[in-house]
Every structure is written in structure tokens, then in C-alpha cells.
């Protein structure tokens, strides 16, 4: 996780708020939200896009990340939201009240877990009807996986240049994502949906063309 950190604390300085692959599926969490909520926690919330949006729906947003630079710059960014909380924390080794949550998200963060463990405790600090929302990345499972990836290209491609006005992130910024990504590995779709079948019971993973999977689940009342 050290390294992690290290990682993120360097991406954090080249960061500049705007369109990426994670931030496409923002707009498909928040279509599962409830109306409005006391509590949520966003875990991995890097400089605090998505914690933002939760700001909008709930009274307080709990905001966990490992890098302290990411948690500086959502901090900077959020003066307009006394409601987010942002803490320098590993989500693993937090000691979160049973019960404590109505909405926990979590937005490419997972991958750098335990998933089985994470969900547990997960699970463990929702609110009965609570939901989790999670967007993150997958290991293609085939030659249907490799397919969807290759028309993924072109997609990614024109939806970089409509939100940024470039085909191309820059160089320092590819630069230390690919670093980043020799110290990543990812499950398969499928392998996600064993998981959560054995542990959430109900939950919804789909599949979407930018590299992503998504996992929304509500807890029973």
C-alpha cells in the first residue's frame, strides 16, 4: 500500500479536475441514489469528484483516501462543501461504526483491495436498506472482452477530444499511470460476479465499454 500512495501522491499533482474513464460513469452511480441521506462514504475518494456529487444528497460524505496529496487537493476543491469529511485513511484498517452508513461508493479503489474482505466490511457499515455503488476496472475474461476493448479505442478516443479538446492526456500524466499500472491487477468481470453472489446476494454488476465494471447493491431491510 506504500507504493500505492506513493503513486497517487504524484498523480495528485498532475490532476486537473477534469474528464476521465471514471468520471463517464459518475452520472450512472447517481441514478441509484436515494432522494437524500444522513451519512455516505466515499472510499478512494481522490481529489473528492465524486464526494462532491454525494455532498449534493447527503447531510454529511465521509472522504477516505491513502494519499495525503489527493486528500489536500479534495480539500482545496471543496471549500464550497462544509459537509465532506476528508481523511488521510487505509479503508482496511478504519474502524467504521456497524450500521453507519445510508450510501458507501467507491470509484476505481476496489481493485486495490481484498474484495472479498472489503465487501464484508462493507457490508458490515451499511445501513439496512443502504446502497453501495462501485465503478472500477476489470482483466478482460476473452475474446469477447478483447473485442469490446478494441471498439473501445475509438470511443475513448472521441469522447477525450469533445470533453478535453485533446486525443491525449499529457505525457507526465500517461507517464505516471502506466508506472502506476505495473503495480495493479484486476479481476474479471466474472470473477467479481462470483463474489458478490456469494456475499451480496441481489447485486447488479454490468459491464461497460470503457474498461469498467459497475456494482450496485442494496442492502435488505
Same mark, same amino acid.
Not at 8 to 14: C, K, S, T
Not at 187 to 204: E, H, K
Given at each position: 500500500?506504500?507504493?500505492?500512495?506513493?503513486?497517487?501522491?504524484? &498523480?495528485?499533482?498532475?490532476?486537473? *479536475?477534469? #474528464?476521465?474513464?471514471?468520471?463517464?460513469?459518475?452520472?450512472?452511480?447517481?441514478?441509484?441514489?436515494?432522494?437524500?441521506?444522513?451519512?455516505?462514504?466515499d472510499i478512494g475518494c481522490g481529489t473528492g469528484a465524486f464526494a462532491r456529487l454525494l455532498a449534493d444528497h447527503a447531510d454529511r460524505v465521509d472522504a477516505l483516501d491513502l494519499s495525503p496529496q489527493m486528500i489536500r487537493i479534495g480539500q482545496e476543491r471543496s471549500a464550497s462543501?462544509?459537509?465532506i469529511h476528508f481523511q488521510v485513511a487505509d479503508f482496511m484498517a478504519c474502524d467504521l461504526p456497524a450500521g453507519a452508513y445510508d450510501i458507501i461508493a467507491s470509484i476505481a479503489t476496489l481493485h486495490h483491495l481484498p474484495l472479498d474482505a472489503a465487501l464484508l466490511k462493507i457490508k458490515a457499515a451499511l445501513r439496512p436498506g443502504g446502497y453501495l455503488l462501485v465503478i472500477d476496472l476489470h482483466?478482460?475474461?476473452?475474446? @469477447?472482452?478483447?473485442?469490446?476493448?478494441?471498439?473501445a479505442f475509438p470511443v475513448n478516443l472521441a469522447l477525450r477530444l469533445l470533453h478535453t479538446g485533446r486525443l491525449r492526456t499529457s505525457p507526465a500524466v500517461r507517464a505516471a499511470w *502506466? =508506472?502506476?499500472?505495473?503495480?495493479?491487477?484486476?479481476?474479471? +468481470?466474472?470473477?467479481?460476479?462470483? &463474489?458478490? @453472489?456469494?456475499?451480496?446476494?441481489? @447485486?447488479?454488476?454490468?459491464?461497460?465499454?470503457? #474498461?469498467?465494471?459497475?456494482? +450496485? #447493491?442494496?442492502?435488505? =431491510?
Open positions: 500500500m506504500s507504493q500505492v500512495q506513493a503513486d497517487f501522491d504524484r &498523480i495528485a499533482l498532475l490532476d486537473n *479536475d477534469e #474528464w476521465d474513464h471514471n468520471r463517464h460513469y459518475h452520472a450512472f452511480l447517481l441514478k441509484f441514489l436515494p432522494p437524500h441521506s444522513q451519512a455516505a462514504l462543501c462544509p459537509n482483466r478482460a475474461a476473452g475474446p @469477447a472482452d478483447i473485442f469490446r476493448s478494441g471498439f *502506466d =508506472e502506476h499500472g505495473q503495480h495493479d491487477s484486476y479481476l474479471t +468481470v466474472p470473477q467479481v460476479r462470483d &463474489i458478490c @453472489a456469494a456475499l451480496l446476494p441481489g @447485486a447488479r454488476v454490468r459491464q461497460h465499454l470503457l #474498461w469498467r465494471y459497475s456494482l +450496485v #447493491w442494496k442492502k435488505p =431491510e
